[in-house]
């Protein structure tokens, strides 16, 4: 008998920018090449928002209205919207009030969440809060970055990594037993200044001293963030299913954070799952920062069905980093959409 009131995801919908960046592309503007980029991060190639009129919300919005109307519902229909990102439009207002304006959301309120790579995760948290309280009936969470407009394509260690795309899931109550179980979460900003953008805000304010030092650029000690991110990931992944009762049998999915293949290859091997269920398409997105978890809920939203298992895992810049226990509640297979058979089809 479950009577407990839960938050589901109850539908998913992605944007993607048409223009890709392939590795050849990038050999021809750094000095890097294809094989590296496979080999140490998995990515092939990534998917840009060249244009310049178009920003984080313009995906957001559209990632937004896709989840909608899979679910069938209307924008009058949310309560509140929930932007995970590091490259909002602007610092104020919120990319969450554009998203509002943009959808047409009247009765909402929003916010923006800054936690970089786990900001969908904890996002996802911060949803499910509201809608256990019982106060709030649906909450739309957007993961949604344009790293491009952040990345500096003169810098080989980490232009390489990033892209842009947007991906949304509606959160609502269930009350079988479905939906956000359990999770672990952590900050430490301890070590801030290995994954950073230090200019821009109140401590470097913008100046053309900070846009000549490349001050408004990621900056990531990789390395370091590496090693860090492993552990990090593997630990509250095995923390949130011993904790559960789940063994690598009893986990449908692993849906990790996209930065690194060999990342995402050492977490499953700690949580003893085969690739076969470890949701990994690094391969054509790249790291699109809060995009990377919903996006692989959309392209592998027809293989989930009710009741399945998955275990949700981010590591990113703060640092943050977590992992939540989510057992699924619908059958996707329902809701595939046409669009995405035909873009997995071209890409491969
Ligand atoms: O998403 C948020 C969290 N972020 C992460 O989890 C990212 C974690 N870090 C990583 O994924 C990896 O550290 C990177 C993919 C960023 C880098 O891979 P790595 O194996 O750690 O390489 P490295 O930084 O140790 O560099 C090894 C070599 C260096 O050359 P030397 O000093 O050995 O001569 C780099 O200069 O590779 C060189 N290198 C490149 N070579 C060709 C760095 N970038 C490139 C490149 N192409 N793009």
């Not at 009577?3 to 000095?31: C, E, K, W, Y």
């Not at 401590?203 to 370091?224: A, E």
Request: glycine share 10%; net charge negative; with cysteine.
């Amino acid at each position: 008998m479950h009577n407990q009131a839960r938050a589901s995801i109850t539908a998913v919908g992605h944007f993607l920018p048409d223009q890709r960046l392939t590795n050849d592309d990038l050999s021809r503007m750094v000095d890097t090449n294809d094989e590296w980029i496979r080999t140490r991060t998995g990515i092939h190639e990534r998917r840009i928002l060249w244009d310049k009129d178009k920003a984080t919300s313009y995906m957001a919005i559209r990632a937004g209205a896709e989840a909608l109307q899979k679910r069938g519902l209307t924008p009058e229909d949310i309560d509140v919207i929930i932007v995970a990102t590091v490259t909002p439009d602007m610092s104020f207002p919120a990319t969450a009030c554009l998203v509002q304006a943009g959808l047409g959301a009247s009765r909402a309120w929003g916010f923006d969440l800054s936690a970089a790579c786990s900001g969908f995760l904890f996002a996802i948290n911060t949803g499910a809060n509201l809608i256990e309280s019982g106060r709030y009936r649906r909450v739309l969470v957007i993961g949604a970055d344009k790293m491009s407009s952040i990345t500096d394509y003169t810098n080989r260690n980490t232009c390489v990594l990033f892209g842009d795309a947007a991906g949304a899931v509606l959160m609502e109550a269930n009350v079988n037993g479905c939906g956000l179980i359990d999770s672990v979460l952590h900050c430490d900003g301890r070590n801030w200044e290995s994954l950073c953008m230090l200019g821009g805000g109140s401590l470097n304010p913008p100046t053309h001293d900070t846009v000549d030092r490349k001050m408004h650029y990621i900056h990531q000690d990789g390395q370091s963030v590496f090693k860090v991110a492993v552990k990090g990931m593997a630990d509250v992944a095995a923390e949130v299913m011993q904790r559960n009762g789940l063994t690598g049998s009893d986990v449908r999915f692993l849906v990790p954070h996209q930065a690194n293949q060999r990342i995402i290859g050492a977490v499953a091997r700690h949580m003893g799952l085969g690739m076969d269920r470890v949701m990994l398409n690094i391969g054509r997105y790249g790291n699109t920062t809060a995009a990377t978890i919903p996006l692989c809920l959309y392209d592998w939203e027809h293989e989930l069905r009710e009741g399945d298992n998955i275990v949700i895992a981010a590591f990113g810049g703060g640092f943050t980093w977590g992992a939540s226990y989510i057992r699924w509640a619908y059958d996707g297979a329902e809701r595939v959409c046409i669009d995405r058979d035909t873009e997995m089809a071209v890409a491969s």
